[in-house]
């Protein structure tokens, strides 16, 4: 009986041993090698107010994963990709990405908006995981560390842009301009935008603000707008209240143009919003889906076919982005085997070397900061859909 007792109590031992060296050997799952396939990861919003970016990217990159995969991978090794939702909020972003981390994720596709994106990027940055996001444009997410880079224009690019578009094309005379000071994505393209317009001589007349707290009401921003003559209004903020903006300038008699950024791109898939009301509104972009490129037919013909909709340019971005980490890693002579720090490292050191031509520009590349250099397009909202200008 004493016997039976001490190996049963020798089994017991040797069973918590063996359980003790496998929790040790899990750790941290996004630091050991990866197995016979590339992971990676996405981030984005697929529910809450920013719910068409999330999705849009969320898809695109799915379109890109499974043409790579379909045409044998990236040097004959296949991708795995994960999505997962953080309703657009920081803290919900950085449990997405240690939800990927211990997944496996070995690089990523995201964040899609820009305040959970710097969160994630510092985290990112201390983990050495490289991440690609497909839209989050503040040149917050790239200082946050150097393993960030972007697809998108910086905030600086498209305030810039947006001011030298007006000019250069006398859209107006009077520009009022509208935005959200509680936001990094909107107050960074309000400063270059008033910048440039005063370098250019562009007529800024009005400049008002409103906050995540006082999103609902523009009356008081667009009387100013009015009494200040405006016949364009510039509206560096997101698709949700730029419909707002358009429902109660329509609701007081207030016609002048809209101009927009790719905050904008979404506008005509607000619930219960009549596009009509954004008819003639312009935005930067660099993706139009009327183009008349093949790789564009193709990618808008699949993403209609599969989802439904007409692709937008987030969908195109993180398309895009999915193919740049194709394109380094390949030239990188990276396999699923590294670590993720050492995929990272490879990739770091490679992007600045890469030029891409994908559907949101023709040799795109970066600089040492992250930051990409292509050329913008502009599009009008004619008949209910995005054409280029």
């Not at 690609?132 to 905030?155: E, H, K, L, R, W």
């Not at 094309?169 to 000071?181: F, K």
């Not at 409103?210 to 009015?226: E, G, H, P, R, V």
């Not at 790719?262 to 008819?279: K, R």
């Amino acid at each position: 009986m004493k016997r039976s007792r001490k190996l049963i109590a020798l089994c017991v031992v040797l069973a918590m041993v063996v359980m003790l060296f496998a929790a040790c050997g899990s750790g941290n799952s996004g630091s050991k090698s990866g197995g016979d396939t590339f992971k990676i990861g996405g981030i984005g919003p697929t529910t809450g107010a920013a719910a068409i970016y999330g999705n849009a990217a969320k898809n695109g990159a799915q379109i890109a994963v499974d043409e790579i995969n379909a045409a044998g991978g990236i040097n004959g090794v296949q991708i795995e990709y994960q999505f997962e939702d953080d309703v657009h909020d920081p803290e919900k972003s950085v449990s997405a990405y240690n939800t990927l981390r211990d997944w496996g994720m070995q690089m990523m596709v995201g964040t899609v908006t820009t305040a959970p994106c710097v969160a994630v990027a510092t985290q990112a940055n201390a983990d050495r995981l490289f991440m690609i996001t497909p839209s989050a444009s503040s040149t917050d997410v790239i200082n946050a560390g150097d393993t960030c880079y972007q697809v998108c224009f910086t905030d600086p690019n498209q305030g810039k842009v947006s001011a030298d578009y007006i000019k250069e094309h006398n859209l107006a005379q009077n520009v009022a301009v509208i935005y959200d000071s509680s936001d990094i994505y909107s107050s960074g393209l309000q400063q270059s935008f008033e910048a440039e317009a005063a370098a250019i001589g562009l007529n800024v007349v009005s400049s008002t603000a409103f906050t995540s707290d006082t999103n609902t009401d523009f009356s008081t921003q667009l009387q100013k707008a009015k009494d200040s003559n405006a016949d364009l209004v510039f509206l560096p903020f997101y698709y949700t209240e730029a419909s707002k903006v358009l429902q109660q300038a329509n609701s007081m008699g207030y016609a002048p143009k809209f101009f927009g950024c790719d905050g904008l791109d979404g506008i005509l898939g607000v619930e219960g919003f009549d596009t009509a009301l954004a008819e003639g509104a312009m935005l930067l972009t660099p993706f139009a889906a009327d183009a008349q490129d093949a790789a564009t037919q193709s990618f808008v013909k699949q993403y209609q076919d599969k989802f439904g909709e007409l692709p937008n340019q987030f969908a195109a971005d993180a398309y895009d982005a999915v193919y740049i980490l194709k394109a380094a890693i390949e030239k990188a002579g990276i396999t699923p085997d590294m670590t993720p720090q050492d995929i990272c490292e490879k990739i770091i050191e490679t992007m600045a070397t890469l030029s891409v031509d994908g559907l949101t520009g023709s040799g795109m590349t970066w600089d040492a900061n992250g930051a990409v250099a292509k050329e913008p397009k502009a599009v009008a909202i004619q008949n209910g859909a995005y054409v280029a200008m």
